[in-house]
């Protein structure tokens, strides 16, 4: 009798633990949803806007091919205190790039950082920031992406550490998750337009914004400034930018010129000359409302 007691308790904690693991398995490896009737759009006007939204998103400055800078074919290594990473190429070659990508796989990609094979993406692509990103964006800049001329190319794959693997990427979304500061969010149109910009599709936070130990932003100080292997990012939080004017900030958006009359250099020289500039007047305005907000 004391056995078989026993036994019923041994067979109800193993039956219970065996739950809560399939549980935790479901919350860190269950695929996405996303919408099954999305569509990638195939006119002209859509193109165009693509087209737009990959310039104002930054994608050439990871993506470029290393022998052709304007070519997506990537290649281009990114190095970081986890190891180096090579961004793939995003061009519609159908082997080594993304011609055989569904409207739902773009979707997965950017939104959830998920590969077409529900493997995990690593972080240095910045899909938790794209997370915010409208959906007809993402079918948009697909639109474009699939228009450009396929170049057969397939990326190094990452050189890491030994204990990094894609699947401990699930806990580390979830980490991020629950360490996420809520943000302040924006009634008036040209700050929320601008905070939208920054925060999601130009993904400002990914260089200004510190990390923690484990590489997880901390958005409790949003834009305070960063530090990467060999660079120092600049802050462009409110304190950094309190002599700054809507003006000011427009012009550097522009050509790189700070409010004292020195030009900016290092990598953001680049962003600015292939992204900021090419922005319509009316997002730059938007980029500097947000910013100098407090001013």
Not at 165 to 189: H, K, Y
Request: with cysteine; charged share 20%.
């Amino acid at each position: 009798m004391v056995l078989d007691n026993m036994m019923k308790r041994s067979s109800l904690v193993i039956g219970t633990l065996g739950v809560l693991v399939l549980w935790i398995c479901a919350w860190l490896f269950f695929p996405p949803v996303v919408s099954s009737n999305a569509r990638i759009p195939n006119s002209a006007d859509a193109i165009a806007r693509g087209e737009y939204l990959v310039i104002a998103g930054g994608c050439i400055s990871c993506h470029r091919s290393v022998e052709d800078e304007v070519s997506f074919a990537g290649g281009l290594g990114i190095e970081t205190e986890f190891g180096t990473f090579y961004a793939p190429n995003i061009t519609p070659d159908i082997e080594t790039g993304i011609g055989s990508w569904s409207p739902q796989d773009f979707l997965r990609a950017l939104k959830h950082g998920r590969t077409p094979t529900g493997n995990f993406y690593y972080p240095t692509f910045p899909y938790r920031a794209y997370a915010g990103l409208i959906e007809q964006d993402v079918l948009d800049m697909a639109a474009y992406l699939l228009s450009l001329e396929p170049v057969s190319y397939r990326a190094p794959e990452p050189q890491v550490s030994r204990w990094l693997f894609r699947w401990t990427i699930a806990g580390w979304n979830r980490l991020a998750d629950l360490s996420q500061a809520e943000r302040e969010s924006f009634d008036e149109e040209l700050v929320a337009r601008g905070a939208y910009l920054a925060r999601n599709l130009a993904h400002c936070d990914e260089c200004h914004t510190p990390r923690s130990y484990f590489g997880i932003l901390d958005t409790k100080r949003e834009y305070a400034g960063s530090q990467l292997i060999d660079e120092t990012i600049e802050a462009i939080d409110a304190e950094a930018l309190a002599d700054w004017t809507l003006n000011n900030f427009d012009l550097f958006l522009l050509i790189g010129l700070k409010p004292e009359g020195e030009f900016v250099g290092g990598d953001m020289n680049e962003v600015i000359e292939h992204n900021t500039s090419k922005l319509t007047d009316e997002d730059r305005d938007a980029l500097a409302a947000y910013f100098t907000r407090h001013n």
